[in-house]
């Protein structure tokens, strides 16, 4: 029973466990045995004394199979059976005297109490079993009086609240976002996560509030310009909130960070076509407009794509040692510099906070403009120093990393098909035939006349080159470059063959064209770091492969030269593509069996 004055069982239940004392270990595993098998289950010690918010850190968090506290221990139902074996297994050694660990074995844990042995016991027979950190929360099981004391004083010198709090907040920000966001969205977080609000309804409505601002931004005026951008701001405090919601009340999802993840996406895009409307609306020309719209998606789109291709590389790499690598770490021991290089890098809070003062006070043009560069100011940063990374590391890459690489790369039929042919290995040679493949079609479709069937040739050259680049496992030092080269090579032959066709309503059309397609690549990069594995191969023979994807659109402006035929040949296959790998895409996350996930997220 627990000690007097104990507040464990009030605890336990307020975290929403059904409570039961056992007096030893075998009437426990009798009690867990008539617990539903689809319920999570806990031991907890009854002495034990600490924070409610330890204990929900402990014993709440879904993203584990099993974790424990000093006196304490849960399993998700999947590690019910491995539970139970454990208990036996303890029970076993104890009644002989023997260590947990085994025969001859070190009792490495610290943890004496039953839980802490049957920890232990799961550990060494394969179940991982995750330790949270609790910084200055306190969790203990006390043996004396004097114990007791000095746990009940700890427990009360320290804001169990203030502390849940605290760690409601990334980790790891930007400064906007650090120093004007996060310091009164936590308390938002906690309003919602007091009234039973999801952090999967602060995301919708963080989308729905992008949408209404993206729909102010179409009116052109400037009237409309200032609501979309301050709607645009509080759809970024929602943002913020949703993250915060699940780290404060541990609602994590894998359903939850894919929706995160892609409404970001949505939403910003969304705000561009609304700028792009808006600005037709003011009177003048508006296809240069969207061609900038179009130009700022590309160019964060490759971003991203420069971002999770070096992480995939390099994330498990062995022997994963760089000069430029150790100067980063000490710069960020330094203060200033840390945020000097978040805000280079123009994360999302600043991005979205210029994008939103400068639509308030200035034009869509200029709102693009500032995008642009900024955008292609951070790239060349973070580009050049994952270069610099990759030339002076020693690492030897992993099959995994090859294989993500591969999958991120995109390849379609027509590129697996020269893939049988293999290139020379070692050295740059993949990167190099991207790049050469990459340079020559969008350089073709850049100055060579609409209706050329230039650009088809070079769209041959490319998925030829293409092909070869991936024919091997792509573990070079540079090999994460391919899957950029790649990105880039796509969407921008699609922007420079609609943006110089003349057509009208050709490059709000490539606009959506390029959407889809982007939604597939993201939806690739969450799924491969969400550890459920690329998209099925099906899928991405039906949506063509990037370089199937840009053959046809060569060929559409090789053979489509009439006003409208090739805006309508554009936007027929952006509404294939984005049916497809929409559809594709709900289907699996709604039924994903993934672990749950709370990804702290990159800042850009």
């Not at 240069?288 to 070096?310: I, N």
């Not at 309503?505 to 939806?523: I, N």
């Amino acid at each position: 029973m627990p000690v007097p004055g104990s507040s464990i069982g009030d605890d336990l239940r307020a975290l929403g466990f059904d409570v039961r004392t056992a007096a030893d270990a075998g009437e426990a595993a009798a009690l867990l045995g008539a617990v539903p098998a689809s319920h999570r289950v806990a031991l907890v010690d009854p002495r034990f004394v600490g924070h409610v918010h330890a204990l929900r850190l402990g014993l709440t968090d879904p993203r584990f199979a099993a974790a424990a506290l000093p006196g304490a221990l849960t399993v998700q139902p999947a590690s019910r059976a491995a539970l139970l074996h454990a208990m036996d297994r303890t029970a076993a050694a104890v009644g002989a005297g023997r260590p947990v660990a085994g025969d001859g074995g070190p009792d490495r844990t610290e943890d004496r109490t039953v839980p802490g042995r049957i920890a232990l016991a799961l550990e060494t027979e394969g179940t991982a079993v995750q330790r949270p950190e609790l910084g200055s929360l306190t969790a203990t099981v006390p043996t004396t009086d004097e114990e007791l004391a000095a746990a009940r004083a700890a427990v009360a010198a320290v804001d169990d609240e203030a502390v849940r709090l605290r760690s409601a907040v990334k980790a790891h920000d930007g400064f906007f976002t650090t120093h004007f966001i996060s310091p009164y969205s936590r308390y938002i977080a906690r309003w919602c996560a007091r009234r039973g609000l999801t952090p999967n309804q602060v995301t919708t409505a963080s989308l729905i509030t992008a949408l209404v601002a993206a729909g102010c931004a179409a009116t052109g005026t400037r009237a409309g310009f200032v609501a979309a951008g301050l709607l645009l701001l509080f759809s970024f405090v929602l943002d913020c909130t949703d993250g915060q919601l699940a780290r404060y009340s541990l609602q994590y999802s894998t359903m939850g960070a894919w929706l995160d993840a892609t409404f970001d996406r949505a939403k910003e895009y969304a705000y561009y076509a609304g700028l792009a409307i808006g600005a037709s609306h003011m009177g003048g020309g508006s296809d240069d407009v969207w061609a900038l719209a179009l130009g700022a998606m590309v160019l964060q789109a490759c971003r991203h794509v420069v971002d999770f291709s070096f992480n995939e590389a390099n994330h498990d790499a062995v022997s994963n040692t760089s000069p430029t690598a150790a100067l980063s770490d000490r710069l960020d021991s330094v203060g200033w510099t840390v945020w000097l290089r978040r805000m280079i890098v123009l994360p999302i809070g600043e991005r979205w906070a210029m994008i939103a003062v400068l639509t308030a006070v200035t034009t869509p043009r200029i709102v693009f403009y500032a995008l642009l560069v900024g955008c292609s100011l951070a790239a060349c940063y973070t580009t050049a120093g994952r270069l610099l990374r990759s030339l002076t590391r020693t690492a030897r890459r992993t099959d995994r990393a090859a294989r993500a690489l591969a999958d991120l790369a995109d390849s379609g039929p027509l590129a697996r098909a020269v893939a049988v042919v293999r290139r020379p290995g070692g050295g740059f040679t993949a990167p190099l035939l991207a790049l050469v493949g990459s340079g020559l079609v969008i350089a073709t479709a850049l100055v060579t006349p609409f209706g050329s069937w230039w650009p088809v040739v070079a769209a041959g050259v490319y998925t030829l080159f293409a092909g070869l680049a991936v024919s091997r496992p792509l573990k070079g030092a540079l090999d994460w470059l391919v899957p950029p080269f790649f990105r880039a090579a796509e969407y921008c032959t699609v922007l420079a063959l609609a943006a110089r066709s003349g057509v009208p309503h050709a490059v709000p059309a490539a606009f959506g064209l390029v959407a889809a397609v982007a939604y597939h690549h993201y939806d690739t990069v969450y799924r491969i770091r969400g550890g459920t594995g690329a998209p099925p191969q099906w899928l991405v023979r039906t949506v063509l492969g990037h370089e199937g994807r840009t053959l046809v659109v060569a060929l559409f402006a090789a053979v489509l030269t009439t006003r409208s035929s090739f805006t309508t040949a554009l936007t027929a296959l952006a509404a294939a593509v984005a049916l497809v790998v929409t559809v594709e895409s709900i289907r699996f996350w709604v039924s994903s069996s993934a672990p749950a996930v709370h990804d702290e997220g990159e800042l850009a």
